[in-house]
């Protein structure tokens, strides 16, 4: 029987295509469609009998791609309600929650998890201890004595290939595919919970099969990790799935670890660090029920969960939840929907929560957990403000500062010294003429890469070779302004120079073992001073780590952003957790030509808890976010008229008496990649109203004349306004 498809597809339009097929078909199936002139995969949202589009114009359907929902209803249901809430297409929303490899219409990969076993021959084999063989051949079966294991733990315990071949063709090992349940794992036994952390755990666990957000507010080092393991070894225990979502690719290797040796039983990882078949395997063991823990970044939100349990949200305040391009979402909100749609408790942790959250504690909407201790032995560091006023720095180092690093060397414990711009100098500045090396597409300063001799910008990627000489007046006293992380690094090498230094920023971790070989030699005593970016302010377990120095304060004491205080206390505090988390006491220095700010003094006498409760009390005053809705309409145009002429529109339509449009305003960086930039903020003081308003309102947008001449995005609950 020919029936009609409803199928969203990935295109930037709100609407749905209609298809006629031969039977039934699910939705959140995936099929392949024709479009125009190409084939594209769509996914089924319904199936109806009736079409508005006449029988004779009806395309078929190409091909049916699976027998049961990739996307089930709980996960469809969710999206759907995201595409509204965020103002995007539904087929972009629908395609942006599979993994790649499952955007094309190639059969899906075997089930379970590649690994290797022993043949009764090998098994024989392996017996036979007088049969003379080569030793990687010996060192294969030994390894699969126990029983299978994974292809990418043998490849790592082996550290070759050429004794697994030769056991290859011998006959005595083969290759399988095995449940990621199959794969036995010796546990590290659990320490004991303080009592803290007992009430913690008991209080989510207690909520059972039932919608329940918790906040999780514990300092830095109070072991709110070790909460989390409890709460799902109880998931696990009762047969359920847990979803754990961390901010940073750089934090997944170590908690997959971590979680791997505590709880028994394989990882489902997913982040952008894996490759495409890496990150379909993982999202197709969880929907599939095999992965009982899956572990990733913002993306894995959107796994499928049939056996649902738990969901944790590792540093819930952490901007990077947030998708900036395309279908911009926040993954810690998403969390809470799915959370509630599953019927599951939900677990917000961060020792700095984010001013969304803790409004949310205020309105009774979350229920709050305090952990006000750190674990164990370890104490609170001391923080300390270091005044630049009137001193001669050393390369952005007071003499204090530099007193303070070689005492803590001395006594043979680490220091970090963190500095949130990468690169050697933000800025090359000729000393005769005041010329400065400008990006030719965003009117902003390239950054100095010293060592690869390259001017890069950091915001469209443009870069170019470090001129020899001034290209205005033809001077040679090219000097950099201010420092970033590399040198810093080499002013250090210069106080310590027999110190072991190690740099933490994108450029040292380009690529998947180079970060995690990095990472994992962070713990290592050896490694004396540490210096990066906020790769290093999260997550990080270092306890040798005993002094912290923090770099450039001021420029977060003045920004234009509203949300920068918050920002700057959640980092500062962040950072400073990660000194003296073992026996030995910790101490942070803040460099500032401010030592009397406001923020500072607040930050220093009350700590983030202050902190926080203050900045709610300005945001509530300002009718800033959370006590108001925001909505910005960003727009890109390669000539400035045709900006202002669709942003004066958009702003003159936008006629409702529940909000207020404030525009056109130009962007925070004017011009990026050649393009000229604006925008349009949308305020509201209800959430309900700004959802009535918007779809509307972008009906219009998109009907205004030169729309299609100009790139437009509209951003719902931006976390910046850049």
Not at 64 to 77: F, H, K, R, Y
Not at 211 to 230: H, I, N, Q, R, W
Not at 247 to 273: D, K, M, W, Y
Not at 715 to 722: A, C, F, G, H, S
Request: hydrophobic share 45%.
């Amino acid at each position: 029987m020919t029936s009609i498809l409803r199928v969203a597809l990935p295109v930037p339009l709100n609407s749905l295509f209609d298809y006629r097929v031969d039977g039934e078909v699910a939705a959140g199936c995936r099929v392949l469609v024709p479009f125009g002139k190409r084939e594209v995969v769509g996914v089924v949202v319904s199936q109806s009998a009736t079409s508005t589009v006449d029988h004779d114009r009806l395309k078929a359907v190409v091909r049916v791609l699976d027998e049961t929902p990739l996307l089930n209803a709980e996960l469809m249901t969710t999206l759907r309600w995201a595409a509204r809430y965020y103002q995007h297409p539904l087929g972009d929303v629908l395609q942006g929650a599979l993994p790649v490899a499952l955007r094309s219409p190639r059969d899906l990969p075997d089930s379970g998890i590649a690994a290797l076993r022993l043949t009764p021959l090998g098994e024989a084999a392996h017996r036979d201890a007088a049969r003379r063989r080569a030793k990687r051949i010996d060192a294969v079966l030994e390894a699969l004595a126990a029983g299978p294991l994974p292809s990418v733990e043998l490849a790592k315990a082996l550290g070759s290939n050429a004794g697994l071949r030769g056991a290859l063709a011998h006959g005595w090992v083969e290759r399988v595919r095995i449940a990621a349940s199959a794969i036995g794992r010796e546990t590290i036994p659990a320490p004991r919970l303080n009592d803290e952390q007992r009430v913690a755990a008991d209080a989510v666990i207690s909520a059972g099969g039932g919608f329940a957000p918790f906040l999780l507010d514990g300092v830095t080092g109070s072991g709110k990790t070790e909460v989390y393991l409890d709460i799902i070894r109880d998931c696990l225990a009762r047969g359920r799935q847990a979803l754990v979502l961390v901010p940073e690719i750089a934090l997944t290797p170590q908690a997959l670890r971590r979680f791997r040796e505590r709880l028994g039983v394989e990882i489902a990882a997913l982040h952008s660090g894996l490759g495409d078949t890496e990150r379909s395997m993982a999202w197709l063991a969880a929907a599939r029920g095999e992965a009982s823990v899956v572990l990733g970044t913002r993306s894995a939100i959107f796994v499928p969960l049939p056996r649902p349990g738990v969901i944790v949200i590792d540093e819930e305040h952490d901007a990077s939840y947030k998708q900036q391009e395309g279908f911009r979402y926040h993954a810690r909100d998403l969390a809470v929907m799915r959370a509630k749609a599953l019927d599951v408790p939900i677990v917000l942790g961060s020792a700095t929560p984010s001013l969304e959250s803790l409004a949310n504690v205020a309105a009774d909407r979350y229920r709050l957990l305090r952990l006000t201790q750190r674990a164990g032995l370890a104490q609170p560091p001391a923080l300390r403000v270091v005044d630049l006023r009137s001193q001669r720095l050393q390369e952005g180092f007071a003499a204090a500062t530099l007193e303070a690093i070689g005492a803590c060397i001395a006594r043979g414990e680490q220091a970090l010294v963190f500095r949130n711009r990468r690169g050697y100098s933000p800025v090359l500045m000729c000393h005769d003429c005041a010329w400065s090396a400008q990006c030719p597409h965003c009117e902003r300063a390239l950054t100095w890469h010293r060592r690869e001799a390259r001017l890069r910008c950091h915001h469209c990627g443009f870069e170019q070779r470090v001129p020899r000489a001034c290209p205005t007046c033809a001077g040679l006293a090219l000097h950099p302004v201010g420092e970033g992380t590399e040198r810093i690094e080499d002013a250090l090498r210069a106080q310590f120079p027999d110190v072991p230094i190690v740099r933490v920023d994108r450029d040292t971790t380009r690529g998947r073992r180079a970060r995690d070989a990095l990472f994992d030699r962070l713990p290592d005593a050896g490694a004396r001073i540490l210096v990066g970016t906020q790769m290093l302010a999260k997550g990080h377990d270092l306890p040798h780590l005993t002094l912290v120095v923090v770099i450039g304060v001021d420029e977060g004491l003045y920004s234009v952003d509203f949300r920068a205080s918050e920002r700057l206390g959640q980092l500062v505090v962040q950072v400073a957790g990660r000194a003296g988390r073992a026996e030995r006491p910790g101490s942070v220095l803040l460099q500032t030509h401010d030592p009397t700010h406001p923020l500072l003094s607040v930050l220093l006498n009350g700590g983030y808890r202050a902190l926080s409760a203050q900045l709610l009390k300005d945001r509530r005053a300002a009718s800033l976010p959370p006590y108001a809705q925001f909505a910005l309409l960003r727009a890109e145009a390669p000539e400035q008229a045709a900006l202002t002429a669709f942003l004066t529109a958009a702003t003159q339509s936008a006629s409702d008496p529940a909000i207020v449009a404030h525009g056109p305003l130009a962007a925070p960086m004017p011009r990026r990649a050649g393009a000229f930039r604006g925008q349009v903020l949308i305020e509201c003081g209800d959430r309900t109203a700004m959802q009535s308003f918007l779809p509307g309102w972008l009906d219009t947008v998109r009907a205004l004349p030169g729309e299609r001449r100009l790139r437009w995005s509209i951003d719902v609950d931006p976390v910046d306004l850049y």
